[in-house]
């Protein structure tokens, strides 16, 4: 009976080590309590006070930023793309991001507009699920758009 009760000791001292670890990691990415904890949808803006959450311009062609996008967002861990639409002057990519631990899903669009002389991409996740995304959409934008601005080369108007 002893070793019954040492065994289920030590398996609820695991158990409780487990349940703090994902709970402290869950904590450590929250930037911010008020947004992270009520907001499930993130978007690029050019009034974003986090300059990783701004649109792009850039003067590349609109279909070969399009295929950039395509290349840098699939190779991300996770991310598969599931569907585009192309116009004249829009092309609109979308991705789903799985969350590694509870497999939650998160729609990613990403638009990239003909502007005349430039192009802008901007873009949007959002959760299928709660009300709250702990910080998770800004990060999906923030981990594709560093990838993009990292394969674009420098000069005026780069986002």
């Known amino acids: 009976m002893q070793r019954i009760m040492r065994g289920l000791v030590w398996l609820l001292a695991g158990v409780t080590t487990v349940v703090l670890a994902v709970g402290v ?14 907001t499930n949808i993130a978007e690029t803006r050019w ?8 649109p792009l311009s850039v003067d590349d062609p609109l279909a070969a930023l399009a295929d950039l996008i395509v290349v840098e967002g699939s190779a991300l861990p996770r991310w598969t793309l599931t ?11 979308r991705f789903v991001r799985t969350t590694r ?3 939650f899903r998160d729609d990613i669009t990403v638009r990239v507009a003909d502007r005349g002389d ?18 998770q959409n800004p990060r999906n934008l923030e981990e594709l758009f560093r990838r ?7 000069g005026p108007g780069r986002g």
């Open 118 to 135: 430039r192009r802008e991409v901007t873009a949007i996740s959002a959760s299928r699920v709660g009300h709250g995304d702990l910080g």
């Open 101 to 103: 631990l509870f497999r």
């Open 83 to 93: 569907g585009w639409q192309v116009t004249d002057s829009l092309i609109e990519l």
């Open 25 to 38: 990691a869950v904590v450590i990415q929250i930037d911010d309590w008020s947004r992270d904890l009520a």
């Open 47 to 54: 009034d974003a006070g986090n300059p990783e959450l701004r």
């Open 148 to 154: 993009l601005r990292s394969r674009l080369s420098g």
